[in-house]
């Protein structure tokens, strides 16, 4: 237990730098569902295979970066085996609190998607609770639990896992009324194998994206272009990533990957002509959409605006052109000056 707990620890130091290179989630983005049973016996005390009791259960969890995550599950243990009879179908509850580490994208690093195989190290504590209907008190008590997942990610968006987990179970305070101890006489060894089912994301993927970052020459043109737009009426402007110079049109036409669209002040709909030019984004491209405002107005209605005008972008793109969103985020005031645009990113 403790040494996964400092591997956890560990990872942690590492958790930053991972959720700097990964698109961002929303909140329900990267949970997954899944059922797993097995076999469990006491570690101590019998003969190995002998006194074997099965299990089944649920296990609800979500990734927050391509190593981290956390779980709740709870297992059902149905035979009465090591001991006497409790006289219950199921002879044992537990639920637990599960924190879990991808030790092999720690180790090396996120590619975009899920590898294949990979290991995962999990580890918590919870509640269990054991039956006993013949004349005597069920029993509440704090458990741990340890283990390693090996994980295959199956199909051709990695939205399945298979895995085989290996794991060690204590009863921390025995028959509830004891003290707090690691003790392997009061403990069990499980193998168990479950199945997960990866929710899809708003990024259109089962999985965390990699984000695109720019490099500052294409920065510095964006910016030149937000220079000349400030100050004007709403109107649509678009950058040539290509090219050198940025143009100043206003016309419907879509060049090679950035679409500039400006708004109204205080306001956040799209005009006809924004409109236009977004319906000819080809269907099914993977978008980042960045809304900003400008100074006018307090720090929290800025923000609140940037993101509507982000918003209402990245939902006519979705709407009309099927488009997959990677981010959808609102910057606030970007600069000093009239800034209040939409700026499309298109792959």
Same mark, same amino acid.
């Given at each position: ?170 009863? *921390? ?5 004891? @003290? &707090? ?5 009061? #403990?069990? !060894? =499980? ?78 709909? *799209? ?5 236009? @030019? &977004? ?5 099914? #491209?993977? !978008? =980042? ?59």
């Amino acid at each position: 237990m403790k040494k996964i707990l400092c591997i956890m620890a560990a990872a942690l130091s590492t958790a930053t730098a991972f959720a700097q290179t990964v698109v961002e989630s929303k909140t329900f983005d990267n949970i997954y569902i899944g059922v797993n049973g097995g076999v469990a016996t006491p570690t101590t005390g019998h003969k190995w295979m002998s006194d074997l009791n099965p299990n089944a259960g649920l296990r609800i969890g979500r990734h927050i970066t391509p190593v981290l995550g956390w779980a709740v599950e709870g297992n059902s243990y149905f035979s009465n085996k090591p001991g006497r009879s409790t006289g219950t179908f199921v002879r044992f509850l537990n639920a637990d609190a599960l924190a879990t580490v991808n030790l092999t994208t720690w180790i090396g690093g996120y590619k975009g998607e899920p590898r294949f195989f990979e290991v995962v190290a999990i580890g918590g504590a919870g509640w269990g609770h054991s039956f006993n209907n013949h004349h005597a008190k069920s029993i509440n008590s704090l458990v741990a639990k340890t283990g390693l997942d090996f994980v295959f990610n199956l199909g051709s968006k990695k939205a399945w896992q298979l895995y085989v987990e290996p794991a060690f179970y204590h009863s *921390l305070n025995g028959n509830g009324y004891e @003290a &707090l101890e690691y003790n392997i006489n009061k #403990s069990m !060894v =499980q193998l168990n194998a479950g199945i997960n089912y990866k929710f899809k994301n708003s990024n259109g993927t089962h999985n965390f994206q990699i984000a695109q970052l720019r490099d500052q020459a294409e920065i510095d043109r964006l910016n030149a272009l937000v220079n000349e737009l400030r100050n004007k009426p709403a109107e649509v402007k678009f950058v040539e990533k290509a090219a050198p110079q940025h143009t100043s049109q206003t016309a419907a036409q879509l060049c090679e990957n950035i679409i500039v669209i400006t708004f109204a002040q205080g306001k956040s709909e *799209l005009t006809e002509e924004s409109k236009d @030019a &977004l319906s000819k984004v080809k269907e099914g #491209s993977h !978008v =980042q959409v960045i809304g900003t405002a400008s100074p006018e107005g307090s720090a929290e209605l800025n923000q609140k605006l940037s993101q509507a005008r982000a918003d209402v972008v990245a939902d006519f793109l979705k709407a009309r052109c099927g488009a997959y969103i990677e981010e959808c985020v609102g910057k606030g005031v970007q600069g000093t000056t009239s800034n209040r645009l939409a700026i499309v990113y298109v792959k």
